[in-house]
């Protein structure tokens, strides 16, 4: 079935841990987009993809990186963990002229 | 800069009543609209986009260039609208930029 799959759906981890937040699809869109949002708060663009080896930043500047080697998976990692990391990060995948098809999420908590 | 507004946090309302989530925009150029819901538990999707005028769950938008507008109406409430509600502006092929979001509150 096609979809759009986060993993994991929560993580708390210590300062300092290295992370990388999973996000695959099975719908063969070439663009995807991290999403960071907080609690009651708009979604900000943190990076996005045209396609493989294509990587951008958003608007909202981040410490994660990204990678896009291919198609179908679309991981972002951050070095180091720290508190001002925690929150929820939403993948999304899409095409030309369709809307953005969003993951479950992934809710982060660094302690 | 490109701006969507959603003003009111929370709306609650009583089941049956009518129901507008307001969104106001800012863009330069041609704008293409939308409208995501999330229910409790599930994930971000579309409910609607203005360029498809379409009625979805019996929710309408329409886009009012003048007042720089696109709310969400319905005109009788059910309680399985009760979710969080965003508006979203395409600003290019690629970037969608989202409000705030909405909590919809509908009281039995």
């Known amino acids: 079935e096609a979809d759009i799959y986060q993993t994991p759906r929560y993580l708390v981890i210590g300062t300092g841990k290295k992370i990388t937040l999973e996000c695959s699809q099975t719908?063969?869109?070439?663009?995807m987009y991290w999403y960071q949002q907080d609690p009651g708060m708009e979604l900000h663009l943190i990076h996005y993809?045209?396609?493989?080896?294509?990587?951008e930043k958003g608007d909202l500047s981040s410490e994660s990186t990204v990678s896009r080697i291919r198609t179908e998976h679309f991981p972002l990692t951050l070095e180091s963990a720290r508190p001002s990391h925690t929150s929820q990060y939403l993948c999304?995948?899409?095409?030309?002229?369709?809307?953005?098809?969003f993951g479950q999420g992934t809710r982060l908590t660094v302690v | 800069a490109q701006r969507v507004t959603q003003p009111e946090k929370l709306l609650s309302v009583f089941k049956g009543a009518p129901v507008e989530l307001k969104c106001n925009y800012s863009?330069?150029?041609?704008?293409?609209l939308f409208w995501y819901v999330q229910y409790s538990r599930q994930r971000l999707q579309l409910l609607l986009r203005h360029i498809s005028r379409e009625s979805i769950k019996g929710f309408t938008a329409d886009l009012n260039k003048g007042e720089t507008s696109f709310h969400l109406k319905k005109p009788f409430a059910q309680e399985e609208d009760s979710a969080m509600y965003y508006c979203?502006?395409?600003?290019?092929?690629?970037?969608?930029?989202f409000g705030s979001g909405t909590r919809l509150l509908v009281r039995p």
């Open positions: 979203a502006l395409r600003e290019s092929s690629y970037k969608l930029i």
């Open positions: 993809s045209y396609g493989v080896n294509s990587t």
């Open positions: 863009y330069s150029g041609s704008p293409e």
């Open positions: 999304a995948a899409g095409g030309p002229n369709t809307e953005a098809f």
């Open positions: 719908m063969g869109h070439d663009k």
